[in-house]
């Protein structure tokens, strides 16, 4: 199996894949899983390609998910070797994609291969969700495919998305679930005025200021078994003309919330307008929904994989929900059970991407152990 994972992460990391182009990464896995039984069906949007896969038509239906585009390069002088050049040194493999995530494709298979040969009449379905804009705006890739699965009433029971979760030691954590992200876009209104003459005109950061305070110290909630407490940032703040002697008449704040199961979209946005209206701000604010939270308890799929993985590695892995978003996001809508497991994410997106050659091997060896698990007869 480590040479099969290794061989199918050097076909991918080869094919230079940069968001939102696929660059043949797609038919080529296509061809792999249609000589497995695999029904290929491919979902185009815009300049994004989109695979879905499956084979079988029994519950329950465990999908692979995860993503061929890759984040841009950087110097390429900083790289010892070419990254779209699969390249072997001290037991690792270097090439951008390597960690984030043609790995985990790549054990996708060799995991799936193994499994079918031992058991070709699974009790049970398998399907593979892949896109080639998670890297990217992420509104042409996997959410397009999850409305076409939608709209025909086909959901998936369990779903293990190979994004790289792991810290330092491979097996160590797993994510069962992300964060929701909330942005808003609040514009405080005052009145332009000669600075010399304050009386004549209103500030509107000054008129902000004491919202600003609050909203900083509001505890929104407390978080819970697998969440941290939900968090109010501001990410950018501008105002004035630019001239030293003129009181703003506007004054824009972009702000955002990471928020747990414990908030609701609608109750974070009631409080912070009560806040604002408390403090008399005259104001437009208009917000966007960057991602909903989702989560998965202990049980079934979360069971299964950290079973396989303590199988695998004798490391019982920690359960977490820490970090930014991920294509778990759209999958939740019509998947029961969303976890995310994938190798070391140490070199993601940096000069030098690596993932190591027997972490490939075990990788490929823990998906197949949740597909024997899950799909036993």
Known sequence: MASKALAYARELIVRRSLTPEDSGCQPWLAEKLGALGFVIET????????????????????????????????PLEQWQSDPFTPSERDGQLYGRGSADMKGSIAAFLAAVE?????????????????????????????????????????????????????????????????????????????????????????????????????????????????????TWQISNMHSGTGAMNVIPGHADIAFNFRFSTASTVAGLQQRVCAILDRHGLDYELVWELGAKPFLTPRG?????????????????????????????????????????????????????????????????????GVLERLLHV
């Open 114 to 230: 193994d499994y079918l040969a031992a058991n070709p009449n699974p009790a049970g379905s398998i399907a593979w969700l892949i896109t080639s804009d998670e890297e990217g705006p992420a509104v042409d890739g996997t959410v397009k495919v999850v409305e076409r699965l939608a709209a025909r009433n086909e959901l998936i029971d369990y779903c293990i998305v190979g994004e790289p979760t792991c810290v330092s030691r491979f097996g160590d954590m797993m994510k069962n679930g992300r964060r929701g992200s909330l942005h808003g876009r609040l514009r405080v209104k005052g009145i332009q005025a000669h600075i010399a003459y304050p009386h004549l005109g209103r500030n509107p950061i000054h008129l902000a200021a004491p919202a600003i305070a609050e909203l900083a110290a509001t505890e929104w909630d407390a978080g819970n078994e697998y969440f941290p407490p939900t």
């Open 43 to 74: 979902v185009n949007s815009g300049d994004v390609v989109n695979l879905w896969a499956r084979r079988g038509d029994t519950a329950p239906l465990l999908c692979f998910a995860g993503h061929t585009d890759v984040v841009p390069t950087g």
């Open 300 to 368: 079934g799929l979360v069971d299964a994989l950290a079973d396989a993985i303590r199988a695998t590695t004798g490391i019982s892995p920690e359960l977490s929900t820490t970090g930014g978003t991920s294509d778990g996001r759209f999958i939740a809508d019509i998947a029961r059970e969303v976890v995310e497991f994938g190798p070391i994410n140490a070199s993601i997106h940096k000069i030098d991407e690596n993932v190591g050659i027997e972490e490939l091997a075990q990788l490929a060896r823990v998906y197949q």
